[in-house]
């Protein structure tokens, strides 16, 4: 199974990015599952830009079933505490979080609650093939790779959907994120700009806030992404 640090998950966030369609979006889709080893990869817009409406990509390799927005907003009903899942950053495990209700559907499932700009929400979900066995170790794995998959399918949906609008930044805000993207702290930024730390720390603050990003490396690279600032 691939890592961050292996050629193939580099390959398939590379073919994310550059996918000009959303038919090249599953195709990069259908790679993931091959190499991850995933019975199926499901992206659901839950509230999207006015272009994208609705819109869903699956990918099925096997049998099995991706938790999407449907089962998602069955749960939630069911259980107001899922709510608060789907407001988290983090990734989801559904047989942890629904072990007596969710049942076979949510069985070696995991989703990824994804926020983006101008307050579009989507939920990107995969189900493993792994044996009962195996899957606590793929898991781990999984959900450390998928949350950064995530972020870049989301972000490449809605460049491709016309829902990707870059955000106002001043020039200070853009400077410092140009430098936090060529991997300077923000000591270092301080010095080069000739300004405050705290002052740097504000103008990025306020860049993530604006970006909807939640650390100021994924501000950096969101940045680069929307061309707001040079990679």
């Known amino acids: 199974m691939p890592g961050q640090g292996d050629p193939d998950f580099h390959d398939i966030v590379a073919r994310i990015e550059a996918a000009a369609s959303l038919a090249a979006l599953r195709e990069a889709m259908e790679r993931l599952c091959a190499e991850y080893q995933l019975a199926c990869a499901c992206y659901e817009?839950?509230?999207t830009p006015p272009a994208a409406p609705g819109l869903h990509l699956h990918v099925r390799r096997a049998e099995g079933d991706c938790l999407g927005a449907e089962a998602v907003r069955r749960y939630a009903?069911?259980?107001p505490a899922m709510l608060a899942l789907l407001g988290s950053p983090l990734p989801i495990d559904w047989e942890a979080a629904l072990p007596a209700a969710a049942g076979a559907a949510a069985r070696r499932a995991i989703s990824v609650p994804i926020r983006g700009p101008g307050g579009a929400?989507?939920?990107f979900s995969v189900a493993g093939l792994a044996e009962a066995a195996e899957w606590p170790a793929a898991r781990r794995a999984i959900m450390r790779d998928m949350h950064l998959v995530a972020l870049h399918l989301h972000a490449r949906v809605l460049a491709?959907?016309?829902g990707d609008?870059?955000?106002p930044l001043s020039a200070r805000e853009r400077e410092c994120l140009a430098w936090a993207a060529a991997g300077k702290t923000i000591e270092d930024t301080a010095t080069i700009?000739?300004?405050?730390v705290r002052a740097v720390r504000g103008y990025l603050d306020s860049a993530?806030?604006?970006l909807n990003c939640l650390t100021k490396t994924h501000a950096a690279v969101?940045?680069?992404q929307l061309g707001l600032v040079a990679p």
């Open 77 to 79: 009903a069911q259980d």
């Open 160 to 162: 491709l959907t016309g």
């Open 121 to 123: 929400v989507a939920l």
């Open 208 to 210: 993530r806030r604006k």
């Open 222 to 224: 969101r940045a680069v």
């Open 45 to 47: 817009a839950l509230r």
């Open 165 to 167: 609008a870059p955000p």
């Open 193 to 196: 700009l000739g300004l405050s």
